[in-house]
């Protein structure tokens, strides 16, 4: 079972940066694609950003521009990259990973809180 871990949310003002983590307890390699999600109260959790196992990298389009996803094999971490941030962005983040064997294999993070305003 692996484990994955967010960090790096908080408080910023609108047009400042964060850059969150996600920590996996064991190896990356195997995952089909790994994911940010966010999901504000009363909404359903949507999706950031995805990168699949071979690169390649989705995103919503209202983060188009302004975040990068990305991994680190070697640490066995996720980041995400926000830049221009606006108060819209202000949800809780989750990381998420998923493989694909005879069935979906899901693995989610507890989430971290990111607030834009001034």
């Known amino acids: 079972q692996v484990q994955l871990v967010e960090s790096g949310g908080g408080w910023v003002q609108p047009g400042g940066s964060l850059r969150l983590s996600c920590a996996a307890s064991?190896?990356?390699?195997?995952?089909?694609?790994m994911n940010w999600y966010r999901q504000v109260p009363g909404k359903e959790r949507e999706l950031v950003a995805r990168?699949?196992?071979?690169?390649?990298?989705v995103y919503a389009d209202a983060v188009q521009g302004r975040f990068t996803i990305s991994k680190d094999t070697a640490k066995n971490t996720l980041y995400l990259q926000m830049n221009s941030l606006k108060p819209e962005d202000t949800a809780v983040y989750y990381c998420?990973?998923?493989?694909?064997?005879?069935?979906?294999?899901?693995?989610w993070g507890q989430g971290t809180q990111v607030t834009v305003s001034s």
């Open positions: 998420n990973a998923y493989v694909i064997l005879s069935t979906l294999i899901n693995y």
């Open positions: 064991g190896s990356i390699l195997s995952f089909t694609a």
């Open positions: 990168i699949f196992s071979g690169g390649r990298i």
